[in-house]
């Protein structure tokens, strides 16, 4: 008895130990990938090398916001915004409309959160050579808006990171010597209470002196007008709207939202919002009427300057385009009639 019952236990024990062996190799190897990971993600990237030759008398920049997820549809976005660049043959500039960093604050200049949502997700022959110019949204306050004015100003990673200031003001391209886009970036996730101050800021950078831009664009986070969840605020409505039409702004970039919306009322900017960077996304209303085109799905959206027209493109995740438009510079403002969809593919 006592030997049949140690024969068995020795056939039991067997299979159990090759279970346990077998579990620890995966366990080794699934460390190993993971440390790999890590050790890619810490090791800093290079030093960008910007793109050279490009034709100073047309600026292609593309749009997006609400991106800073890390997940999936981030990174797959980030891959058509590649192939999107490498089809058009063009892209000077990447416009990032907030909530750049979604989930834990970032705890620093080295928080692998740069990695995992910037560094690493955009790259390729186009993105990996092109500044990326940020706003703050919500999401970015209160802690990690500091940590990214500290990135751009330190000069950390590779360098793509532009975020001088909470708020700014760059030109972009020349036509016979006047900047073809001049592009405020306004930081609406301050408090409210201090809206009048990004106003001012926003009249001052437009009446600067010297030649006039041809084009004049705001980026931010927040819409002012919104056919999706959020809805328009009333102090951007009343305080912001008058002073972009002061302004004769043409364009004004937003996310928050996250989708895409094109609105266009007569007297005012064309509404660009492209919030569908990377996080979850929201419904929205395509049956305002002022709506020319509204789409609840992940993407970007990209806009092609010349001295004479604006082309503007909403593409998805895959990046394919559902609508194109252009618009002539003869048009005084982007209301309908003005910019007309063309339906390209």
């Known amino acids: 008895m ?5 024969t068995s236990a020795t056939h039991t024990v067997k299979p159990r130990r090759r279970a346990r062996t077998w579990l620890a190799a995966c366990a080794v190897i699934g460390l190993s990938i993971g440390l790999a990971g890590a050790g890619f993600a810490l090791i800093p990237p290079a030093p960008y090398s910007p793109l050279a030759g490009l034709d100073s008398s047309r600026v292609s920049l593309i749009a997006l916001g609400d991106q800073g997820s890390g997940t999936l549809q981030q990174w797959t976005v980030a ?14 500039m990447v416009t990032l409309l907030g909530d750049n960093f979604y989930g834990k604050s970032l705890t620093g200049t080295r928080d692998i959160s740069w990695q995992m949502k910037f560094e690493r997700v955009y790259s390729g022959d186009w993105l990996s050579h092109v500044p990326f110019y940020a706003v703050l949204g919500n999401h970015d ?5 500091q940590v990214e004015l500290d990135y751009s100003q330190q000069k ?15 030109d972009f391209g020349t036509v016979e010597g006047r900047p073809l886009v001049r592009m405020v970036f306004l930081n609406t996730s301050a408090p409210a209470a201090e ?8 009249e001052q950078a437009f009446e600067q002196p010297g030649p006039a831009p041809i084009w004049r664009i705001v980026a931010a986070h927040h819409p002012v007008r919104n056919s999706g969840k959020h809805e328009e605020e009333s102090n951007m409505m009343t305080d912001l709207l008058p002073a972009l039409q002061r302004a004769k702004v043409d364009v004004y ?15 005012e900017p064309a509404w660009v919002i492209s919030g569908g960077g990377g996080q979850k996304l929201y419904p929205v209303d395509e049956g305002q009427p002022d709506t020319v085109f509204a789409a609840s799905r992940a993407g970007f959206a990209k806009l092609d300057f ?4 604006l082309k503007l493109a909403y593409y998805d995740e895959q990046g394919g385009a559902a609508t194109h438009f252009t618009w002539a510079r003869g048009c005084p403002w982007m209301a309908k009639g003005c910019l007309i969809a063309d339906n390209r593919q």
Do not use: C
Request: aromatic fraction near 6%.
């Open 156 to 170: 950390k990673g590779s360098g793509r990171w532009q975020m001088p200031d909470r708020q700014y003001t760059k």
């Open 2 to 6: 006592s030997v049949l019952h140690s």
């Open 253 to 267: 970039l937003a996310g928050h939202d996250h989708n895409q919306q094109l609105m266009l009322d007569p007297g």
């Open 195 to 202: 809206l009048h101050q990004q106003i001012a800021f926003l």
């Open 141 to 145: 306050y209160p802690t990690s808006q």
């Open 79 to 92: 891959r058509a915004m590649e192939r999107v660049a490498d089809k058009d043959g063009r892209l000077d």
């Open 306 to 309: 010349s001295g004479d027209q």
